[in-house]
């Protein structure tokens, strides 16, 4: 097996080399008043058909350098914005320095009757990095994931993650608007790339800022999307469905071997709307969307507030959210569609809304091991897990804005969910402790039923006022969710003694019903004062009012009979509300920016029972601030470091004082008393990314120290019952380190990419009434290398290598560490501009003695396809998926005194041919493109 990953990673790389001999070209570019020109687009091309060799962009220096194949004829052209193109016809057969290249302004009447736009492959257009998507070729069928991953300083990882100049990117727009809200995913694998006339990439600073322009230091990379003149008005999109087989070593016709998918994208732009519909249909265990999807509909209240936030919690009895998190596990079934809307009602008042619903089946046969630390030894259990899981989930945001005059405008948001789950699941598991001896041992059924419903909504006005700086802001927003859960928990527990006899029995057959419902009110207000011309203070005020319930009944079910279980049951109303005054002092003073921040905040916590607990009522009063410098090295390079306070307030069922025996051998029950966490946050992150040479880097620290730390506290019977219960610790620290680097190394023809990542965390818990110190340490390589030019092959080779480390103080022999290991390789090949030829390989290893055996995991698939029609708009698919058939899917973590592997079955080998096809534009005739380059 590893002889197959090791050949298809020479293939990967025998592409590489090309065996030709590599020269340097230089120069320095100025104006006629001797100026260095930053920015400037350089292109080597070749003669005479003018495809392009390489490009650069010229430094801060004015300076620009190309490594090329030796060869004659080749044309240097330079081109920079205002200023007339420079050509120079050269032969490249030794290390040349051209010396200072002097540009000439354009003249107006050049200007005036410039008509044809050359596609330059990349230039700086201000702060903004711009890539033309026709100088990087891609195919009929591509998507824009495909066009980015062809762009310089781009970076599309296996995960959909990504990265621009080393940071994560935050969304993407298109045209400047959202498409099917903040996702970056939806519009990188819907929209087609030959639909893309302009890829920018940028820091889109917040909508304050951008409103204000008193620049608050917050950034996120975006990349915007500029359509192409004749996919602005009209209809384009693309149709697929595929049929499948599965092809298992041991093959058994059945009904349940048939495999498809389906996908549509279907969009209509003109000047005054757009609408755009997605939809998917598969049982090949491809969602419809993501577990991070999942966490933005759920936390929307989060994200409009600018002050204080609410903390999202989801566990595994959340059905819908246990169905997301290990997506790759199990046989999964998805249906899913969405619309998107956006109406220019005028050139001031718009409407935007989305709209999606998915329906997700999930069945699930998986085998558990874990080591749980005991005061002197390990105690181990092991369970085996058949589970399903139906989940539907509707989701609308909707935003209006409007622009009164260009002082003044009010937006107005609204996202609503709905979701219906029902969960099933069967488990058998066995407790053992010292000599393996068998403890415990339960046979369980629990059936979970869900349904809920949530809205959240907020309305922004925003005024200027004549003097420049001087702004008003106000912010209501309202929240609302109700969620409904049934289920029925029957199981059978047989507890053991220190000879092996049978102790006790221990049956429970339980109805369980939990009644939910929370709003949420709050208010923000803000008005920013021009203190001369460089430094502003903003006085805001941000007030929350946070109403929770949660009704818990349960019944025990004697002879036919439901009595209620008052132990079990409780009825508990929390309030929670706070309120924070601050005042921000901030200079903005080139090259740097600095904020002060200073914030008193009054937080009441009050908390109701219905089962004779004491009522609990305290208030806090906590100050809060923060310190940023956001310092602007060079052009290429910037520093920012914050310090800032927080207060994170406890759960509503960290607060109930009330057992959840939901697994019988593992019990919680919340604690009233417990009291906020105190959070002190340092981050430092610098990045740099040289157009010049197109590396990027990219760092940043981060540490918390955690006061009044919220544990689970745990009491451990002597038959290995746990019962776990929240209390205020100390102090707990997490730490992170995280860094990447990317440069393509010319003369090779390649680009490398390395990434490196550690996490610390520390904290003090109890182990009956022991105190145990846990310092966990997780430590991630990722390394990957790729050809640049992928007119023919398209070649990528990587590994990343995960290290975890767990140390207890309360038993320093319990200490345990283990290793994860995958490389992986993917190649595309390209023949005769219709067919391809594609193979993915993945080859995974667990090593370490801590689990029951190493396991070694090859995951490979391939297909070819070819298009067909005058202009490529059909084209069909081979494709055999896992074709040495590993029906495993591994987990392996490590946490709350714990570590755990999950192993899970998943799909096996499958053949699948499919059909897709591409609906060209519809409406509008095609405009001049002007002079295509294409890179080979």
């Known amino acids: 097996m590893k002889c197959i990953f090791f050949t298809t990673c020479f293939l990967c790389l025998s592409f590489f080399g090309y065996g030709q001999n590599y020269y340097g070209l230089s120069a320095t570019l100025t104006d006629e008043n001797a100026t260095e020109l930053v920015g400037a687009t350089v292109l080597l091309l070749n003669l005479p058909d003018s495809t392009m060799e390489e490009y650069a962009l010229t430094n801060e220096k004015g300076i620009f350098k190309i490594t090329a194949p030796k060869r004659t004829n080749y044309l240097l052209k330079i081109s920079y914005m205002g200023y007339e193109d420079y050509e120079k016809i050269l032969d490249l057969n030794q290390k040349m320095d051209l010396g200072t290249i002097v540009l000439k302004e354009k003249s107006e009447l050049l200007e005036s009757i410039e008509v044809v736009e050359e596609r330059i492959p990349i230039r700086m257009n201000g702060d903004t990095l711009e890539y033309s998507a026709d100088a990087f070729e891609t195919q009929e069928h591509d998507n824009v994931e495909a066009l980015l991953k062809k762009l310089p300083g781009v ?6 993650t990504i990265k621009a100049q080393g940071e994560t990117v935050d969304r993407i727009l298109v045209d400047g608007k959202e498409f099917f809200g903040d996702n970056p995913e939806v519009a990188m694998k819907n929209l087609p790339a030959d639909a893309i006339n302009k890829v920018q990439v940028y820091d889109r600073k917040s909508e304050m800022a951008e409103f204000s322009g008193v620049d608050d230091g917050v950034e996120k990379k975006t990349i915007n999307l500029t359509l192409k003149e004749d996919k602005k008005h009209g209809f384009f999109g693309h149709l697929e469905g595929g049929y499948g087989y599965s092809v298992p070593d041991q093959f058994e016709a059945t009904s349940e071997n048939h495999r498809y998918l389906g996908n549509v994208s279907l969009n209509y732009f003109n000047p005054k709307m757009r609408l ?25 209240i989060q994200s409009m507030m600018s002050g204080g936030s609410l903390n999202l919690e989801i566990s595994e009895d959340d059905p819908l959210g246990a169905l997301l998190m290990n997506n790759q596990e199990g046989i999964a079934q998805t249906i899913g569609g969405g619309v998107n809307f956006n109406w220019f009602i005028s050139n001031k008042t718009e409407w ?86 068998l403890l415990n041992e339960i046979d369980q059924g629990y059936n979970q039923k869900q349904l809920g419903w949530g809205l959240n909504s907020n309305v922004l006005y925003r ?6 700086g001087r702004v008003l802001m106000s912010n209501l927003v309202f929240g609302y969710s109700k969620d409904n859960q049934t289920s029925t928990n029957i199981s059978t527990t047989n507890l053991y003694n220190d000879g092996g006899s049978l102790q006790l029995v221990d049956s429970l057959n339980q109805d369980q019903l939990v009644l939910g419902n929370q709003q949420i009110y709050g208010a923000e207000f803000s008005f920013i004062e021009p203190l001369g011309k460089r430094n502003f203070l903003d006085i805001k005020l941000v007030g929350m009012l946070n109403l929770d319930t949660k009704d818990r009944q349960v019944y025990d079910i004697e002879h036919g009979n439901n009595r209620i279980n008052s132990a079990l049951s409780n009825l508990f109303q929390k309030e929670y509300n706070y309120q924070t005054l601050t005042a921000r002092f901030q200079r903005n003073q080139k090259p740097y920016t600095i904020t002060i921040e200073a914030a008193l905040q009054r937080s009441f916590l009050k908390g109701i029972f219905t089962n004779g607990q004491a009522d609990l009522a305290r208030t806090y009063y906590y100050p809060l601030g923060a310190i940023a410098l956001d310092y602007k090295i060079s052009n290429s390079s910037n520093l920012d470091f914050r310090y800032q306070t927080r207060i994170k307030e406890p759960q509503i ?34 990045n740099l990314f040289e157009q010049f040479s197109f590396t990027s880097f990219f760092a940043n620290a981060s540490f918390t120290v955690l006061q009044n730390q919220i544990v689970d506290n745990q009491i451990i019977d002597e038959n290995l019952r746990i019962r776990y219960q929240p209390e205020n610790t100390t102090v707990g620290y997490q730490g992170r380190l995280y860094l990447s680097f990317s440069r393509p190394i010319k003369v090779l023809g390649i680009k490398f990419n390395i990434g490196v990542n550690a996490e610390v965390n520390q904290r003090t818990s109890q182990i009956n009434a022991v105190a145990n110190e846990e310092l966990t340490q997780r430590y991630t390589f990722k390394a990957s290398l790729e050809n640049r030019k992928k007119k023919i092959v398209d070649a990528i080779v990587g590994t990343r290598i995960d290290f975890n480390k767990s140390a207890f103080s309360i038993n320093n022999s319990l200490n345990t560490s283990y290793l994860n290991y995958v490389a992986y390789s993917d190649v595309k090949v390209t023949i005769a501009k219709k067919w391809n030829i594609n193979t993915s390989f993945d080859y995974k290893i667990y090593a370490d003695p801590s689990f029951e055996e190493n396991l070694y995991i090859p995951m490979w698939s391939a297909g070819i396809s070819r298009t067909f029609l005058d202009a490529n708009q059909l084209k069909i698919e081979l494709r055999v998926f896992n074709i040495l058939d590993q029906q495993l899917s591994v987990r392996r973590i490590s946490q709350n005194d714990m570590i755990l592997e999950s192993r899970a079955n998943t799909l096996g080998r499958y053949i699948m041919l499919s059909a897709r096809y591409k609906i060209t534009q519809v409406g509008a005739k095609n405009p001049n493109d002007g002079i295509q380059l294409i890179e080979e």
Do not use: C
């Open 653 to 686: 069922q960290q607060l109930q004082p009330i057992i959840n025996n939901n697994s019988p051998l593992a019990l919680y029950i919340g604690n009233p008393n417990l009291n906020p966490e105190y959070h002190h946050e340092i981050d430092i992150q610098y």
């Open 463 to 468: 005024k200027k006022f004549k003097k420049k």
């Open 276 to 300: 755009s519909t997605i939809g998917a249909i598969n049982n090949i265990n491809e969602e419809s969307f993501s577990f991070m999807d999942y966490i933005n509909l759920m936390g929307g």
């Open 155 to 160: 970076q599309v990882e296996r995960d959909g």
């Open 352 to 437: 935007s809304t989305h709209y999606f619903y998915s329906i997700l089946n999930r069945e699930k046969d998986a085998y558990n091991f874990s080591r749980s630390v005991n005061l002197n030894q390990f105690f181990i259990r092991n369970s085996w897990l058949n589970s399903s899981v139906q989940a539907g989930n509707h989701n609308l945001n909707s935003t209006f804005t409007h622009e009164f005059d260009p002082t003044q405008d009010l937006k107005f948001e609204i996202r609503f969910k709905w979701n219906d789950a029902a969960s099933n699941r069967q488990t058998r598991e066995q407790s053992f402790g010292g000599n393996n001896q």
